[in-house]
């Protein structure tokens, strides 16, 4: 059950990467979005970090071969035969090219450099620094559409204060969007037999699969941003 909120709450991938990305930007894409890779690339990469750390000695190899972690696949070992830092640059352009709408390459607007994370809310090039954007911290405990209104995001302010017109960033599950909240209701659910009260954010900017998926990830227990500005 949904009822309005009269008061204040209490507390992209960007086009310019076409092609050939380079090596800070690749290892950014694969450390902070492992889940774009494929299968057989996250096979290539396992065995990749195996054999390193591995580094020629035996008993090690024998371990990490026994665990799996070094391969004997194919197909795999076919994407690294030409070194890690080619892997690393194909694996990161094949994202760029097929999921560049799952992908957030977050950059400084000031000197447009690639920041440290995807998180990051100051540059370390130009040490500029957008921290003031962030107005709060929300944790998702859940997500559903209700019919003939908007995609309901549920959760807890952890920290600050939302108002309508805000932003969600959505990038730390993900999602390469920003949808601004139209509605800040409530929603009351049981918990070990006791109401308890969600805040529920309001949009209509999300598609269809970005509410899915969000829908499948449920509850997330790393707090995210709500921001003033994109």
């Known amino acids: 059950m949904l009822k309005h909120a009269t008061n204040h709450t209490q507390n992209r991938c960007t086009q310019a990467e076409k092609h050939h990305v ?15 890779m494929t299968e057989k690339e996250r096979i290539a ?3 990749l970090n195996s054999e390193f750390k591995a580094d020629g000695n035996l008993k090690m190899e024998k371990m990490y071969r ?15 035969k030409n070194g ?3 892997f690393r640059l194909n694996v990161a352009d094949r994202i760029i090219k097929e999921r560049s709408s799952d992908l ?47 995609f309901f ?20 599950v993900g999602l390469n969007c920003k949808p601004k909240i139209e509605s800040i209701e409530y929603a009351l659910k049981k918990v070990n037999g006791k109401a308890v009260e969600d805040i529920a954010l309001g949009t209509n900017e999300l598609t269809e699969n970005q509410k899915e998926k969000l829908k499948r990830i449920g509850s997330f227990g790393t707090p995210f941003d709500i921001i003033k500005e994109k």
């Open 22 to 36: 380079n090596l800070e930007t690749a290892k950014y894409i694969i450390d902070y979005f492992p889940n774009l």
């Open 45 to 47: 990469l396992r065995h």
């Open 66 to 80: 026994k665990r799996g972690w070094l391969t004997d696949d194919q197909e795999a070992l076919n994407l690294i």
């Open 84 to 86: 890690s830092e080619s």
């Open 104 to 150: 957030y390459l977050n950059k400084c607007p000031n000197c447009e450099k690639l920041t440290r994370t995807p998180q990051s809310r100051q540059c370390r090039f130009c040490g500029h620094n957008w921290h003031n954007i962030k107005v709060a911290d929300f944790k998702l405990n859940s997500s559903f559409q209700l019919t003939g209104r908007h």
């Open 153 to 172: 995001i549920l959760g807890e302010i952890t920290n600050g204060n939302v108002e309508i017109g805000n932003y969600i960033d959505l990038t730390m």
